[in-house]
């Protein structure tokens, strides 16, 4: 089960995609060009991936382990700096919830 928010993580690409709900999601995932090695973290720290089923509805299986704080915290980083907006040395939280949530002033 998801826990929300969350954030997409785009292979290959810095870009991250906050998503504050189910139907967020959904949204995306339907409009996105995405790949298996794609991933959702979730506000746990913890990583999804997705397919689609034959009945056109989206699966999501638990991948690996949780995400540490540090983690998630690099991979905003890699964000920000990928749009050059912010000082990366700025950019730390106390919490993995916290650490999404800052994804959504950009949206």
């Not at 990928?82 to 959504?104: G, H, N, P, R, V």
Request: glycine share 2%.
């Amino acid at each position: 089960m998801i826990n929300w928010p969350c954030f997409f993580k785009l292979e290959g690409d810095d870009e991250l995609i906050y998503l504050r709900s189910e139907t967020e999601l959904m949204d995306e995932c339907q409009s996105l060009i995405w790949c298996d090695a794609d991933v959702i973290v979730d506000s746990n720290g913890q990583q999804f991936t997705f397919s689609l089923s034959k009945t056109n509805t989206f699966l999501f299986q638990i991948k690996g382990d949780l995400l540490s704080l540090e983690a998630v915290t690099v991979l905003i980083q890699a964000h920000e700096f990928s749009k050059a907006e912010m000082c990366l040395t700025k950019i730390q939280f106390k919490a993995i919830d916290d650490a999404i949530e800052s994804l959504s002033y950009h949206k």
